[in-house]
């Protein structure tokens, strides 16, 4: 991954408290499991910025190498990673999403 793309990542995720690497838009997901995501934050009225990476194939490869994780949807709350869909979804089943969120001074509109 170059520098500018590192750069952009970094930026995206130190300029909003929750950010969501996903295919596609918050109001138009390209894929299940982004579509899953953005679900689960929309549910607990959380605000949040989607980053579209079919829009930039350099961040698309780049997030996989920033995160060390391999997929797509990526979460990020207060710069930290949290997770893919699987995590995220199970987070918000067992109440730990909830939990990590309030820790993290985001408030939602719905406990899990």
Same mark, same amino acid.
């Given at each position: 991954?170059?520098?500018?793309?590192?750069?952009?990542?970094?930026?995206?995720?130190?300029?909003?408290?929750?950010?969501?690497?996903?295919?596609?838009?918050?109001?138009?997901?390209?894929?299940?499991?982004?579509?899953?995501?953005?679900?689960?934050?929309?549910?607990?009225?959380?605000?949040? @910025? =989607?980053?579209? !990476?079919?829009?930039?194939?350099? &961040? %698309? #490869?780049?997030?996989?190498?920033?995160?060390?994780?391999?997929?797509?949807?990526?979460?990020?709350? @207060? =710069?930290?990673? !949290?997770?893919?869909?699987?995590? &995220? %979804? #199970?987070?918000?089943?067992?109440?730990?999403?909830?939990?990590?969120?309030?820790?993290?001074?985001?408030?939602?509109?719905?406990?899990?």
């Amino acid at each position: 991954m170059d520098d500018q793309t590192q750069s952009r990542i970094q930026g995206e995720i130190d300029a909003t408290d929750v950010v969501l690497f996903m295919k596609g838009t918050p109001v138009f997901p390209q894929c299940g499991f982004s579509a899953a995501v953005v679900q689960v934050l929309n549910h607990m009225g959380v605000p949040f @910025k =989607g980053v579209n !990476v079919l829009d930039d194939m350099a &961040v %698309r #490869e780049g997030i996989k190498e920033f995160s060390n994780w391999p997929t797509i949807p990526q979460l990020y709350v @207060k =710069g930290e990673f !949290v997770g893919g869909c699987d995590i &995220v %979804r #199970e987070m918000f089943e067992t109440g730990e999403l909830s939990d990590l969120l309030s820790e993290r001074g985001i408030e939602t509109e719905v406990d899990a």
